[in-house]
């Protein structure tokens, strides 16, 4: 009995005490800057008899694309297992890296945080259909046939600076089914010298759809001025359609240098490293832009999802 009733006396005292001042605050999205007004790109025109569009690609010759001399590549800088986890960049929740976006904040339906992203199209929404690494919600770039539906930032690399890594996850719903009278040239992100992405010069991730109807990976370098446009392409690389890849990128601007990863495998074939032929690298991007382009014009509509995002200074992978 004087075991109940000190116990007694114990939950009494508890409950006049009171609980904790207040529940713990959830975790709050780290909100970017207002994204300053971009002129919006004209749309690409299709492929007449015989011209080509104004961004279509000049393709450089076989011997022009591939660098035979490209030095021993870099050992991969991995972020240490350590690694103290960093301020989300917005539109998701736990990030470790210098930026992260798995539009698992937005709802279906809504734009990408505007406070983060500018998108050249309106038809760009988060969705609830799919996304990667079981998550809820992803980037749904719908039916396209032509033109830029890309979502851009800018404040992260302002903080990386001139070399930085990245890392996107995309699937393929559709792609163009009949063959090209030339080509299917197609981006899935780029890095952009200036606020215009249709002047200035911009390194590209996509690739060609060409006359054997196989949809193969191309690091693409677009000057928008002499010496023009050139590249490196690998055509083994071959996509697939329904399923979700994983991309990762390396630029270093100042060592004229691009890297490529799919799936986590580096690809040494598209390691572009110059100046090669009067193609320097700029000194500084201000765009980064994820999503999806077609230059030429296809018959049948591209449509994709895109998620996952995130940018560091280090390799990301693709956990």
């Known amino acids: ?62 011997e022009a694309a591939v660098i035979s001399d490209a030095p021993a590549q870099p050992p991969d800088a ?5 690694a103290s986890p960093r301020v989300d960049g917005g539109g998701s929740l736990g990030c470790k ?27 760009l929404v988060v969705d609830g259909t799919r996304a990667a690494h079981g998550g809820n919600r992803s980037l749904h770039v719908p039916p396209m046939k032509q033109g830029s539906h890309y979502i851009r930032e800018k ?14 996850f995309f699937w393929i719903e559709k792609e163009p089914a009949e063959r090209p009278a030339t080509l299917y040239h197609w981006t899935l ?9 249709n002047m200035g010069k911009v390194l590209r991730l996509g690739g060609h759809i060409e006359g054997d109807g196989t949809n193969w990976l191309r690091f693409n370098f677009q000057t928008h001025m002499n010496p023009g446009e050139t590249g ?54 201000s765009w980064m832009s994820f999503g999806w382009a ?12 895109i998620d996952e995002i995130a940018m560091d200074q280090n390799r990301v992978g693709c956990d």
Request: with cysteine; charged share 20%; glycine share 8%.
């Open 294 to 305: 077609e230059y030429q014009a296809s018959v049948t509509p591209w449509e994709v999802w």
């Open 97 to 123: 890296f210098a930026f992260c976006e798995s539009f698992e904040t937005q709802a279906a339906g809504a734009p990408p945080d505007p406070a983060i992203w500018t998108r050249t199209s309106p038809d």
């Open 189 to 197: 992100l780029e890095a952009e010298e200036l606020d215009d992405f």
């Open 232 to 285: 490196l392409s690998d055509k083994k690389a071959v996509l697939s359609i329904g399923r979700w890849y994983c991309a990762e990128f390396y630029n270093s601007l100042p060592d004229n240098e691009a890297r490529f990863w799919l799936d986590g495998v580096e690809d040494p074939t598209l390691h572009w490293k110059g100046p090669m032929g009067g193609y320097t690298f700029p000194t500084m991007l």
């Open 78 to 82: 991995s972020p240490p297992p350590d």
């Open 155 to 168: 404040a992260t690399l302002a903080t990386l600076g001139t070399t930085f890594y990245g890392r996107v």
């Open 1 to 62: 009995m004087k075991v109940w009733a000190v116990l007694g006396l114990a939950m009494i005292a508890g409950c006049s005490a009171g609980g904790p001042e207040g529940a713990p605050q959830s975790p709050q999205d780290a909100a970017g800057g207002d994204a300053p007004p971009i002129r919006m790109p004209p749309e690409p025109t299709p492929e007449a008899s015989g011209s080509v569009p104004l961004d279509s690609p000049v393709e450089a010759s076989d």
